[in-house]
């Protein structure tokens, strides 16, 4: 991990590669394109080098620096952007070596609601800032409680 890190602070970049169908492709460019207007790309270039379609469940696949995800995952790409940002911050707190699961999960979802926020005042799209707003209102209502 030293090394990864070491990379990553003169400001590697990797080339994001999606591996699926075509239809899943097609999801995922349109929550990338999300992610892309928040300003968040370069940061899931840094420490994501592929999303791939898989059968089972989405998640975050360190040893591949990759996400896992399902085409049902992408079904929302509000939701799905967010989604694909948290893993991002995992993997960055994994590389760091801070805690990431658990409580230490507590940082991925905070920069998941940073994510639905700025795309929420960042979009023109109506029903795009409707979604982060119910799915804020979600993540305001269930257990987690922030500072």
Known sequence: MQRAKEIIEKGY???LTMKGSPAFKKKLNEALRLIRLVGYYDFLRT???QIEEINGFSQLHEADVAIWATIHMLEDPVDAA????????????YVEGKLYYGLGEMTSIEKRIEFLEKL???SKNSEI???CEEL???WADSAFTFP
């Open 82 to 93: 967010s989604y694909i940002v948290q893993k991002a911050q995992q993997m960055k707190d």
């Open 47 to 49: 420490y994501i080098r």
């Open 120 to 122: 929420k005042t960042k």
């Open 129 to 131: 800032k409707k979604k």
């Open 136 to 138: 804020l209102k979600k």
């Open 13 to 15: 970049k990797h080339q």
